[in-house]
Structure formats: structure tokens, C-alpha cells
């Protein structure tokens, strides 16, 4: 599975825009780009996925760039709930050995000011 | 919807006993996992089972066992505890299809090992 690189930490103002970033430059072709977050002491909780087209839904936006080595999750209204653990995963599907892996990194710890 | 049901959410042992970490899922999901997570860290992948009868390790899979009798059930098996082993145990399913690997996850059982 490709290698992310995030920031180790963010802030963020409360009602503004958070913009999350991940750098993945080893992906390749068939590996998909996933984010979650984890509230203090809780599971981890789906985001949102996507593999080269840019993908929104209720929670977020997913921006991958044209070359996929890189994506930005954005949380259009940041609000003091969003405080917490981002992780960026990119991994590969079926056909490979890695089958069924998803690894997490240390991921961004985003803080929503008031 | 129960989705993960972890249990216990607490548990204490002595270094040596053995136990086993229970957890269920009602999705009807082929793919489960097991992580753990120590303070401070990210999550770190033990083992994972890509079907009933299909296991394979994860990154720190040594101290612990599992099996996949069931789609339903994915319990983790703790062999002799050691305070190493102190941590956070989440588990989580996804329906692991090519387009989703969207995993849920449990609530998390916290073990200390005295």
C-alpha cells in the first residue's frame, strides 16, 4: 500500500474551512484514497473515499489531484465537533497480497477553535 | 442497528492469563479486523479475516490468535497477557467490495495488564 504523509497537527477557526492535507506520491493506479476521523477515545468513523474523481457527500469533500499523489479532505464549516484525528489511507484492492489490509497512520490532529 | 458489538469494555489481567475479546457484527460483512491502539499512537493492525475460514497477520499480530468460524463473529484470543499488551482493542468490519472498504468499528475494549 502507498505511503501518506500528513501534518501532524492543524487548527482551525470555528466556522471556517478546514483543509485537511495528505501526500501519497508512491500510488498507484487501482489504490483508493480514504479518510476517517476519531473523536477522543472513540472508534474510528468513516469519512469518505475516492479514487480520482473529487467526491463529496454529507460530511465532507475529498479533492484528489490530477496526478493522485496527493488529496485534501475539506470540511466545509468546521465546527468544535470536529476536534480530532484525521487519517489519510490509501490501499489497493483485491489481486494483490495485501488484500483486506487497511494500515493507519499517525494521521492530523485537527483543533477547532472558538 | 447494533453494527460492531465489542465486549468486554473493560478488562483487567494479571501478566499470564489468557482471555478472549468478543466481537460481533449484524452486517452481514465478509471482511473483519482487530486493532489495537496505544496512547498516544495511531491504530496498528493485528490480524484481519477476509471471509468464515480465512485469517491472515496484520502488523504486531504476535501474543494473540484469532478465528473465523462465522461471518458473524471475530474473537481475539490473548494467549498469556503482558503488560505490553495494555492498550485499546477496536475491531471493525467492512463490507469489502472493490468500490468499499468502508470499515465500521466497535467501541473498543481498554485492557490493562497488571
Partial sequence: ?114 | NAGVTQTPKFQVLKTGQSMTLQCAQDMNHEYMSWYRQDPGMGLRLIHYSVGAGITDQGEVPNGYNVSRSTTEDFPLRLLSAAPSQTSVYFCASSPGTPDNEKLFFGSGTQLSVL
Fill in chain 1, 1 to 114: 500500500d502507498a505511503k501518506t504523509t500528513q501534518p501532524t497537527s492543524m487548527d482551525c477557526a470555528e466556522g471556517r474551512a478546514a483543509n485537511l492535507p495528505c501526500n501519497h506520491s508512491t500510488i498507484s493506479g487501482n489504490e483508493y484514497v480514504y479518510w476517517y476521523r476519531q473523536i477522543h477515545s472513540q472508534g474510528p468513523q468513516y469519512i469518505i473515499h475516492g479514487l480520482k474523481n473529487n467526491e463529496t457527500n454529507e460530511m465532507a469533500s475529498l479533492i484528489i489531484t490530477e496526478d493522485r499523489k496527493s488529496s485534501t479532505l475539506i470540511l466545509p464549516h468546521a465546527t468544535l465537533r470536529d476536534t480530532a484525528v484525521y487519517y489519510c489511507i490509501v490501499r489497493s484492492f483485491h489481486g494483490s497480497s495485501n488484500t483486506g489490509k487497511l494500515i493507519f497512520g499517525q494521521g492530523t490532529t485537527l483543533q477547532v477553535k472558538p
